[in-house]
């Protein structure tokens, strides 16, 4: 089982992205896989989530109406757009699968396996 994230970058305040999370080994169909984040000296913390029974989607309360999870199941990939991006979304980003789309996101946990090696996002002021 491998997700490797990329799409990261350096920013604006107010700039977009589009991370993506491309799965082995762990159909996305099949497995839920949230976006977690972890910003310089905080936690990780869980910032979205799709589910893989109905596709229902989940955003935590500091990124609801920016970002936007989807999935495509025929490349097996995940992603995150990313919109009016702000100083505080300044992290890490990671892919992870996580057993389900716990309310609040901010809770969610890694299932099983380790984390990747994330994607670096950083938002200029």
């Known amino acids: 089982v491998q997700l490797v994230e990329s799409g990261g970058g350096l920013v604006q305040t107010g700039g977009s992205l589009k991370l993506s999370c491309v799965a082995s080994?762990?159909?996305?169909?099949?497995?839920?896989v949230g976006w977690f984040r972890q910003a310089p000296g905080k936690g990780r913390e869980g910032v979205s989530c799709?589910?893989?029974?109905?596709?229902?989607?989940y955003y935590a309360d500091s990124v609801k109406g920016r970002f936007t999870i989807s999935r495509d199941n025929a490349k097996n990939t995940m992603y995150l757009q990313i919109d009016s991006l702000k100083p505080e979304d300044t992290a890490i980003y990671y892919c992870a699968p996580t057993a389900a789309c716990s309310r609040p996101i901010e809770t969610m946990r890694l299932y099983f396996g380790s984390w990747g090696q994330g994607t670096q996002v950083t938002v200029s002021s």
């Open positions: 080994g762990l159909p996305l169909d099949y497995y839920t």
């Open positions: 799709i589910s893989a029974s109905n596709g229902s989607t």
